[in-house]
């Protein structure tokens, strides 16, 4: 039989609980209680209002060059609320509003971002990763714990995210193939935010959406409104549930957009027009994710106005905390911890020389 | 002569190869509407247009692949890994069959390709933007590793490099994109690939450096100079594989003394060869121990450190009267 189909259509759904106008789709509403809706807003508002902190404290020079986040909240904080404490986050560089969930310091990533290894440091019970800049190297990590976690016979699962870039590299491909095969509680969260750098989606893949690509590693795949918070947090849970119990992997693609630069070094102006990025910028997450906690009748404007100086507070605090944490920082020295367990003796030679040099650079400065 | 920075030299070098030969195509990540991410491709999609300045997806592994085919067809593609600490991703295709095509056709298909990649410290960048990893292609046989020192000799290594024919990576320290200005001549020039050059003249000592490290160098000659008349001769490497060592054993056998710099990690660094090739070529003639001042055996540290852990011009000078109080 000449061309007999044996792999049936494939259809690839896309979800949004939340209209443009941030009005809900009360079929699809998830049950989510108060509190958790409160800290999901509370977190975005943090995630937004630090990330402008972050691109202000660059251009005054007080920190070096950063990813800023701004547009992506919803992706990442509908996703990773879906997860526990006990599981496992896998960052790649764009994920600051995750990193906030899961606890990491404002001062540490100030610290981290003005090139001092101290902002590195996570606590003893951490099942974060730290940030990873090679695009796509961190997804094969991920399955590599999730079969570890397998094999400990833990039922924690491990989310980890990464760009529509990130999908063009053989890594992802091999982490994709190798989860589905070991069918490992993985869930992939791609944040489609439309570029990599200068490159649109358009040129990273003919694929009409990222999320059909999960079809070929046998594993489900959705896309979901990446600015719809209730609609990132409904996929991400219907996978995590599945993970958990023992039904492998699952694909997400988060359509959201990077309405910043890509990095604080980059200019934006050389390859896309200002029209897109309004036409996105009326998407915010955070507007549609506002208006329908005001609709539900448990955020009004004296809250909002609350949380808002609460949050201007918080965040003027740590960078005065990081500010003066980083005057005690800085020791050169600190360069040769963490290479090995045991420092071999070759380290210890150089250590010891250029302690020396140090030394004499600070007698010649005395000198003069 | 219009006075460039490395950033402008190396464009035009890509300018005028591309204008004079339509089999040169540039490849690789953001080359196109965004010029490079350090601007080394600026405007050249406008010249020649997308077929031949071509905006890759993000795969290093498929760009330098992708680039071999296009060489081994007649074509010579330069291929840009946006930093050379991102150029792992692409390891095997150059270890496994840039470097050998050649060979493992016995000759029926070379691999004229260039791969750029800017390398090393001092730009307060993030992390894996800060290495200087070249002695790994300097250690696989079949590749020619160069790496220049100035707006010069940048534009005209790469004209060299792009019409070798063997596979060039071609590494550009990115500290000195734009810290100065060269005059650079209009007129296309080429510089031998596999040849150092004398860099300042000296016989008290040999001071032996490349790329980035080739200016803090200098400096520490000229503070010599002029702070105690020692007179040290600098050689700049341009290209450090195949290393061709004549001239430095020619010039330790005048001095009897040597200092090598790199920025690279100490061990097994590309100092450890050049030692080798001097105590082969000039032991009799030496005075003292050769010294090296070099990058330590770590992770470079983020930028806030990264001063520290670069070798300096006090280093270096420091070096220097080490080697001259001996003997
Ligand atoms: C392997 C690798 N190649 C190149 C880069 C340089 N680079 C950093 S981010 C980026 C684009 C990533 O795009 P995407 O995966 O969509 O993530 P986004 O930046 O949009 O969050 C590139 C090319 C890198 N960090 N790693
Ligand atoms: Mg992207």
């Given at each position: 039989?000449?061309?007999?189909?044996?792999?049936?259509d494939?259809?690839?759904?896309?979800l949004?609980?939340?209209?443009?106008e941030?009005?809900?789709?009360?079929?699809?509403?998830?049950?989510?209680?108060i509190q958790t809706?409160?800290?999901?807003y509370?977190?975005?508002?943090?995630?937004?209002?630090?990330?402008?902190r972050?691109?202000?404290?660059?251009?005054q020079g007080?920190?070096?060059?950063?990813?800023?986040?701004?547009?992506?909240e919803?992706?990442?904080l509908?996703?990773v609320a879906?997860i526990?404490p006990t599981d496992?986050?896998?960052p790649?560089?764009?994920?600051t509003?995750?990193?906030?969930w899961?606890?990491r310091g404002l001062d540490n990533?100030?610290i981290?971002n003005?090139g001092l290894?101290?902002?590195?440091?996570?606590?003893?019970?951490s099942r974060?990763?730290?940030?990873?800049?090679?695009?796509?190297?961190?997804?094969?990590?991920?399955?590599?714990?999730?079969w570890a976690a397998?094999?400990r016979?833990?039922?924690?699962?491990?989310?980890v995210?990464?760009?529509d870039g990130?999908?063009s590299?053989g890594?992802f491909?091999?982490?994709m193939?190798?989860a589905?095969v070991?069918?490992?509680?993985?869930?992939?969260v791609?944040q489609?935010?439309?570029?990599?750098?200068s490159?649109?989606?358009?040129r990273?893949t003919?694929?009409?959406?990222?999320a059909q690509?999960a079809?070929a590693?046998?594993m489900p795949?959705?896309?979901?409104?990446g600015?719809d918070?209730?609609?990132?947090?409904?996929a991400?849970?219907?996978?995590?549930a599945?993970?958990?119990?023992g039904?492998?992997?699952?694909?997400?693609e988060?359509?959201?957009?990077?309405?910043l630069?890509h990095?604080?070094?980059?200019?934006?102006k050389?390859?896309?027009?200002?029209?897109?990025v309004?036409?996105?910028?009326?998407k915010?997450p955070?507007?549609?994710?506002e208006?329908?906690?005001?609709?539900?009748?448990?955020?009004d404007?004296?809250k909002?106005?609350?949380?808002?100086?609460?949050?201007?507070?918080?965040?003027?605090a740590?960078?005065?905390?990081?500010?003066?944490?980083m005057?005690t920082?800085?020791?050169p020295?600190e360069?040769?911890?963490?290479?090995?367990?045991?420092?071999?003796?070759?380290?210890r030679?150089?250590?010891?020389?250029?302690e020396?040099e140090?030394a004499?650079?600070g007698r010649?400065?005395?000198h003069? | 002569?219009n006075?460039?920075t490395?950033?402008q030299?190396?464009?035009?070098?890509?300018?005028?190869?591309m204008?004079?030969?339509?089999s040169v195509?540039?490849?690789?990540?953001?080359?196109?509407?965004?010029?490079?991410?350090f601007?080394?491709?600026?405007?050249l999609?406008?010249r020649?247009?997308a077929?031949?300045?071509v905006d890759t997806?993000?795969?290093?592994?498929?760009?330098?692949?992708m680039?071999?085919?296009?060489?081994?067809?007649?074509l010579?593609?330069?291929?840009?890994?946006?930093f050379?600490?991102?150029a792992?991703?692409?390891?095997?295709q150059l270890?496994?069959?840039?470097?050998?095509?050649?060979w493992?056709?016995?000759?029926?298909y070379?691999v004229p390709?260039?791969l750029?990649?800017?390398?090393g410290?001092?730009?307060?960048a993030?992390?894996?933007h800060?290495e200087s990893?070249?002695v790994?292609?300097a250690?696989?046989p079949g590749?020619?590793?160069?790496?220049?020192s100035?707006?010069?000799?940048?534009?005209?290594?790469?004209?060299?490099?792009i019409r070798d024919p063997?596979?060039?990576?071609?590494?550009?320290?990115?500290?000195?994109?734009?810290?100065?200005?060269?005059?650079?001549?209009?007129a296309?020039?080429?510089l031998?690939?596999?040849?150092?050059?004398?860099a300042r003249?000296?016989?008290d000592?040999?001071?032996i450096?490349?790329?980035a490290?080739?200016r803090?160098?200098?400096?520490?000659?000229?503070a010599l100079?002029?702070?105690?008349?020692?007179k040290?001769?600098?050689?700049?490497l341009?290209?450090?594989?195949?290393l061709?060592d004549r001239?430095?054993?020619e010039s330790?056998?005048?001095?009897g003394r040597?200092v090598?710099v790199?920025?690279?990690p100490q061990?097994?660094?590309?100092?450890?060869?050049?030692?080798?090739?001097?105590?082969?070529?000039?032991f009799f003639?030496?005075?003292?121990?050769?010294?090296r001042?070099t990058?330590?055996?770590i992770?470079?540290?983020?930028?806030?450190?990264?001063?520290?852990?670069?070798?300096s011009?006090?280093r270096i000078v420091r070096?220097?009267r080490r080697?001259?109080?001996q003997?």
């Amino acid at each position: 039989m000449p061309h007999e189909k044996i792999v049936p259509d494939v259809s690839i759904t896309s979800l949004a609980i939340l209209d443009a106008e941030g009005k809900v789709d009360k079929d699809l509403e998830p049950d989510i209680d108060i509190q958790t809706l409160l800290k999901l807003y509370r977190f975005m508002v943090l995630a937004r209002r630090f990330d402008e902190r972050l691109v202000a404290l660059q251009r005054q020079g007080r920190i070096g060059t950063f990813p800023p986040i701004t547009g992506q909240e919803a992706a990442q904080l509908g996703a990773v609320a879906a997860i526990r404490p006990t599981d496992w986050l896998v960052p790649s560089f764009r994920e600051t509003a995750a990193e906030l969930w899961r606890g990491r310091g404002l001062d540490n990533i100030i610290i981290a971002n003005n090139g001092l290894n101290e902002g590195g440091i996570m606590p003893d019970h951490s099942r974060d990763f730290p940030v990873s800049i090679p695009v796509a190297s961190q997804i094969p990590h991920a399955v590599g714990l999730a079969w570890a976690a397998r094999y400990r016979q833990s039922d924690e699962v491990v989310m980890v995210f990464f760009g529509d870039g990130a999908t063009s590299e053989g890594d992802f491909h091999e982490a994709m193939n190798f989860a589905a095969v070991f069918q490992v509680p993985v869930i992939f969260v791609c944040q489609n935010n439309q570029w990599a750098i200068s490159i649109p989606l358009s040129r990273q893949t003919r694929s009409e959406t990222l999320a059909q690509k999960a079809v070929a590693y046998g594993m489900p795949g959705i896309q979901v409104d990446g600015n719809d918070i209730l609609a990132v947090y409904a996929a991400a849970e219907e996978a995590v549930a599945r993970a958990r119990s023992g039904g492998g992997p699952t694909f997400i693609e988060c359509v959201t957009y990077r309405v910043l630069m890509h990095t604080t070094a980059d200019d934006p102006k050389r390859y896309r027009s200002d029209e897109a990025v309004d036409a996105w910028r009326r998407k915010d997450p955070l507007i549609r994710f506002e208006t329908y906690l005001r609709a539900k009748g448990v955020l009004d404007e004296a809250k909002i106005a609350g949380l808002q100086s609460e949050i201007e507070g918080e965040i003027k605090a740590a960078v005065d905390h990081a500010e003066a944490r980083m005057k005690t920082m800085g020791d050169p020295m600190e360069m040769f911890d963490h290479q090995y367990a045991a420092m071999p003796p070759t380290l210890r030679r150089q250590k010891a020389i250029l302690e020396r040099e140090l030394a004499a650079d600070g007698r010649e400065v005395e000198h003069e | 002569m219009n006075k460039l920075t490395m950033v402008q030299a190396l464009n035009l070098a890509l300018r005028q190869e591309m204008e004079a030969d339509d089999s040169v195509i540039v490849l690789g990540e953001d080359v196109g509407m965004d010029g490079g991410v350090f601007r080394v491709t600026d405007d050249l999609i406008h010249r020649f247009g997308a077929s031949r300045v071509v905006d890759t997806p993000l795969a290093e592994s498929a760009i330098v692949g992708m680039a071999i085919g296009m060489a081994a067809y007649g074509l010579r593609p330069v291929c840009e890994i946006q930093f050379s600490g991102f150029a792992y991703h692409n390891f095997h295709q150059l270890e496994n069959h840039a470097a050998r095509l050649r060979w493992r056709s016995r000759g029926r298909y070379p691999v004229p390709m260039v791969l750029r990649a800017p390398y090393g410290a001092g730009v307060r960048a993030l992390e894996h933007h800060s290495e200087s990893r070249e002695v790994y292609w300097a250690h696989t046989p079949g590749l020619k590793t160069v790496i220049p020192s100035g707006p010069r000799n940048a534009r005209a290594l790469l004209v060299s490099a792009i019409r070798d024919p063997d596979p060039v990576v071609f590494y550009e320290g990115k500290a000195l994109y734009r810290a100065f200005r060269e005059a650079v001549p209009e007129a296309v020039e080429t510089l031998p690939i596999g040849q150092p050059q004398i860099a300042r003249e000296g016989s008290d000592v040999t001071l032996i450096a490349y790329g980035a490290m080739v200016r803090p160098t200098l400096a520490a000659a000229e503070a010599l100079d002029v702070q105690e008349g020692v007179k040290a001769e600098v050689i700049d490497l341009l290209t450090l594989s195949p290393l061709d060592d004549r001239l430095l054993v020619e010039s330790v056998r005048k001095t009897g003394r040597a200092v090598v710099v790199h920025e690279a990690p100490q061990s097994f660094g590309p100092g450890a060869e050049i030692v080798a090739r001097l105590m082969e070529g000039a032991f009799f003639y030496l005075e003292a121990p050769i010294e090296r001042v070099t990058g330590f055996d770590i992770v470079v540290p983020l930028f806030s450190r990264e001063k520290s852990y670069l070798p300096s011009v006090p280093r270096i000078v420091r070096a220097v009267r080490r080697t001259l109080d001996q003997g």
